[in-house]
């Protein structure tokens, strides 16, 4: 498990976790907290945020000199291993263990662990991905994946936890500046020939941009007119302030959604939408299953689902989209991409069906890669080593992280009006080492307050070991505390994720100290 | 697969060596009444109200059907009249100090045992028992814990142990004294009770139940399965509805990816579909004030602003943001609106946040 605190952030694979532990499987969690898996793992890699290549590497290093790798699977199917071992050479795990900042008989423990479980499967969410290096760490966890052997097969493979209920779906469909329906490159001429056949219209080539470059774009006046569906970047982007500026800067804002969101209220116009119990359709999870959501009650108001209100729009603007029910757009979706060209409503009764589902009588593909990879052999990397953007300095001493708790979810729009999961975990708590509250004078309860470079909040401390001294961590889900305020917004190049996961900050005590200074029981796991 | 086969009330059946009795008599639609036993836990036997009649060979006596395995030749019968007996008396002493209110329904919650004492006719006639005990636990935001409707079934201490791996609740106590309780007798909210509400979905009385703040208790009209608007999981979940409200969301033992489990997003986290904060109008906003709009007039005005951007400024002046939350064909929708209506590329969703 690596940058994954599964048991809160996907319970329900936390529970088949635990299970599988208490059936003798071997736990490595790689995170800079100790989360209840890491309490319950048999190696605990407490890395330094952002360490994670040289832990890695470090891995990779042991796994090829102790000669541990998979020969047969390497020489077979993979290409470019005489890059990676290059590379990791020169992470041996004295070095690797320094700079992750964790002791080397844990990193040479976790590596012969990994590579004597057959089958092991690999883990990851945000954690991972969230940092200027995501896609690289990525590409570390593919490796250590190829060099064992561990893909293609029942209990393995490189598995990213996917964090919303169709953020899967959502980039299946398209919703991607990069790419068409089914990953299909924009692009490529082929495939906008036949998307401009299926929906009577040239189409753009030129890829577009990602939301966080969307942000810049508004404050620089490229972009002029904004329309969100169903997102809160007032809360969810990095460096909040920023983000506020850039929006408030658009010339036109529309914001659909259920609530007056943070984001919703600098819009010019608002659209009422549904909630998933008012609407039919289909979501995709983390295992690439399609399933069907149904209408169960009738709609609040005048609030519409997404889809008529945009095929509504569409009409307006001359082009219209018509439908008479969503098994006929899923149809459209099925005609035009591969993956799902074997998809309809009628399948989806019961288990649903997890793509590649290329034909109208497969029965979906639960395991990908069993028998080859889309380009042939998959390709090993090697990758060096990059730091943070932001490093801990002297005025900027200590290194904050972001997450989610179990109890709230993302911007809070939901789980904050459902009042018994709000009363599970009212306010934001930052976690501070004992040292570190000790050193401040800072008690559980106490208010403190977190400045980074682009902006400040207070909020109420939690001393806990669950971080290490030197770390502190925010959930992002408040409004009031809002991590995002601290965060850093610089992207890793290639994924344009932010580096949500490093920014330095410095803790302070507030003046008038200990103002909402009810003493919650630290209720750690 | 060794295969065993067995007479059930006069009624062959096949099926693999290791199959319970109850499960062979599912198999044959034949039902034995339960109380102790849920499909989704390992059986216990404790409740006795599953026992039935085998003989095989010389081996001639009353087990429970959920524990005890088929043996091949086997025969099983399940409602002679001493088994009805003995059902009923290991009911009445169960109603004895059941909460009157549950038994006779106006608790507006399932129950298993009323349902089982009305098909036997069983009342409080024979026994009677203290029926208030316990104080009711409301420690717990999301749940109550009313240990006068408990009897004792074992699924919650199981399933909190052997489904959520997390060991909360136990039987403390000996004797009439037993009880369902977390260890050293903790108020629920002072243990690391995860309230995933697991207990809750295996309890056969309602003695574990949500609070559901929002609502007097109410029969729902509808079950409706879905799947879960939180995280990537994709628990699937039955909706249960009255009118226009949600009541409350409970397990859908066949949903693939979480075969009954749900934490406490899943099954708590409803209430906002009927939040009064919903937006249930278009707004416009003229001179930094918010007003309500038709739809009619929304969607020109949203229509027309966007086309004179386009106009003035190409379509790379106009970006959509798409939603993680919406549909696949919503998702479709909307791309293909970016794409082929506006005519640009901008179009993303918060996968990288
Ligand atoms: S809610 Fe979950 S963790 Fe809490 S007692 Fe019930 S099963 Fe156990
Ligand atoms: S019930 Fe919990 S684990 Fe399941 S999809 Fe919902 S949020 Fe995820
Ligand atoms: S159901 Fe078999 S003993 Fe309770």
Redesign the interface.
């Known amino acids: 498990m690596v940058g994954s605190n599964t048991t809160e952030q996907h319970p329900i694979i936390g529970i088949e976790m635990k299970k599988a532990l208490r059936a003798g499987a071997a736990l490595i969690v790689a995170d800079p907290r100790r989360t209840e898996l890491a309490c319950l793992a048999h190696f605990h890699l407490a890395l330094r945020p952002g360490t994670d290549i040289a832990l890695l590497n470090g891995m990779a290093h042991v796994i090829l000199a102790e000669g541990l790798w998979d020969r047969e699977f390497v020489e077979a199917r993979t290409e470019g291993f005489e890059e990676v071992k290059a590379t990791v050479e020169a992470y041996p795990p004295a070095l690797a263990a320094e700079i992750a900042g964790v002791p080397v008989e844990s990193l040479v423990g976790a590596a012969r662990a990994y590579a004597a479980a057959k089958p092991a499967a690999i883990f990851y969410t945000m954690g991972l991905t969230q940092h200027v290096t995501g896609h690289l760490n990525v590409l570390c966890l593919a490796n250590l994946a190829m060099l064992t052997g561990n893909l293609g097969k029942p209990g393995a493979g490189v598995n990213p936890l996917r964090g919303q209920n169709n953020v899967q779906g959502a980039s299946d469909m398209g919703a991607l500046p990069n790419v068409l329906p089914g990953y299909q490159q924009v692009n490529d001429p082929e495939t906008r020939k036949k998307f401009e056949a299926a929906w009577g219209v040239p189409l753009p080539e030129a890829p577009g941009i990602t939301v966080m470059e969307m942000v810049d774009a508004i404050a620089s006046g490229r972009v002029r007119g904004l329309y969100v569906i169903g997102e809160n970047p007032m809360l969810t982007d990095p460096d909040l302030c920023h983000t506020r500026e850039a929006l408030a800067r658009a010339e036109f804002l529309v914001v659909q959604d259920l609530f007056m969101t943070e984001t919703a209220a600098l819009a010019h116009v608002v659209l009422p939408a549904v909630s998933f119990a008012e609407k039919d359709g289909t979501f995709t999870n983390t295992e690439r299953r399609i399933q069907r959501i149904r209408r169960a009650i009738p709609r609040k108001g005048a609030a519409r689902p997404d889809g008529e209100i945009i095929c509504d729009l569409a009409a307006r603007l001359g082009h219209p989209m018509v439908y008479r029910s969503q098994a006929e757009v899923m149809d459209e979706i099925a005609r035009l991409t591969p993956s799902y060209r074997g998809v309809s409503y009628a399948r989806l009764e019961g288990e649903g069906l997890q793509w590649p589902c290329p034909t109208p009588d497969h029965p979906g593909t639960p395991i990908l890669h069993v028998t080859g990879f889309p380009r042939g052999r998959a390709r090993l990397h090697g990758v060096n080593y990059i730091p943070p953007d932001e490093r801990p300095d002297a005025e900027f001493p200590m290194v904050l992280t972001t997450g989610r708790v179990l109890h709230q979810y993302h911007s809070r729009t939901m789980t904050g009006r459902s009042p018994g999961l709000d009363a599970l975990r009212p306010e934001p708590e930052v976690e501070i080492n004992p040292q570190d509250a000790e050193r401040l004078g800072i008690r559980s309860g106490d208010r403190v307050r977190l400045v980074s470079r682009r902006g400040m909040v207070e909020v109420n401390a939690s001393v806990t070991e669950r971080v290490a001294p030197g770390l502190v961590f925010l959930p992002f889900h408040y409004a009031e505390g809002a991590a995002n305020l601290l965060t850093n917004p610089a992207l890793d190049p290639v994924a344009r994720i932010p580096e949500l996961k490093v920014c330095a900050v410095r803790l302070e005590v507030p003046a008038r100290s200990g103002r909402s200074g009810l003493a919650r029981r630290d209720r750690g796991l | 697969m060794a295969l065993c086969s067995v007479f059930i009330d006069g009624k062959a059946a096949l099926v693999p060596t290791g199959t319970t009795i109850l499960q062979a008599a599912g198999a044959v639609s034949i039902s034995i009444p339960t109380l102790c036993h849920h499909p989704n836990l390992p059986p216990i036997g404790v409740c006795r109200l599953c026992v039935v009649d085998v003989e095989v060979g010389d081996f001639h006596k009353q087990v429970a059907a959920c524990h005890a395995e088929v043996q091949d030749g086997m025969t099983v019968r399940t409602a002679t009249p001493e088994l009805e007996r003995a059902r009923r008396f290991a009911l009445e002493l169960q109603v004895a100090d059941h909460p009157s209110e549950c038994l006779d329904g106006e608790t507006g919650e399932p129950c298993e045992l009323r349902e089982l004492a009305r098909r036997y006719g069983v009342t409080k006639q024979r026994f009677v028992g203290d029926e208030a005990r316990y104080p009711l636990d409301e420690s717990s935001?999301?749940m109550t814990i009313d240990l006068n409707r408990c009897i004792l079934c074992r699924r919650c201490t199981r399933a909190c142990s052997l489904?959520?791996?997390q060991d909360i609740l136990w039987i403390m106590g000996r004797g009439d004294e037993s009880r369902v309780s977390p260890a050293l007798s903790l108020p629920l909210r002072?243990t690391?009770c995860?309230?995933?509400g697991q207990c809750l979905a295996h309890c056969p009385t309602g003695a574990i139940r949500?609070?559901r703040?929002?609502r007097p208790p109410v029969r729902p009209e509808?079950v409706?399965?879905?799947?879960?608007?939180?995280?990537?999981?994709?628990?699937?979940l039955d909706?249960n509805?009255s009118?226009?409200?949600?009541l409350r969301v409970t397990s859908n033992f066949?949903g693939?990816?979480?075969r009954g489990?749900?934490?406490?997003?899943g099954r708590?986290?409803?209430?906002?579909?009927?939040?009064p904060?919903?937006?249930?109008?278009?707004?416009?906003?003229r001179d930094g004030r918010?007003e309500e709009a038709s739809?009619d007039e929304?969607?020109?005005?949203?229509?027309t602003?966007?086309?004179e951007?386009?106009e003035r400024?190409g379509?790379?002046?106009?970006?959509?943001?798409?939603?993680?939350?919406?549909?696949?064909?919503?998702?479709?929708?909307?791309?293909?609106?970016?794409?082929?209506?506006?005519?640009?590329?901008?179009?993303?969703?918060?996968?990288?946040?």
């Open positions: 935001p999301v489904v959520q791996g002072d690391a995860v309230s995933c949500d609070k703040p929002l509808a409706v399965t879905s799947v879960c608007p939180y995280c990537g999981c994709g628990c699937q909706l509805v009118g226009e409200q949600i066949d693939p990816a979480n489990s749900l934490c406490a997003k708590f986290g409803y209430h906002f579909v009927d939040s904060d919903r937006l249930t109008r278009p707004r416009i906003r918010w739809w929304a969607l020109d005005l949203v229509a602003r966007l086309r951007i386009r400024q379509p790379d002046a106009l970006a959509v943001l798409s939603s993680a939350k919406a549909t696949n064909e919503e998702n479709y929708l909307i791309q293909k609106f970016a794409r082929a209506v506006l005519g640009t590329n901008n179009v993303d969703h918060c996968a990288r946040l």
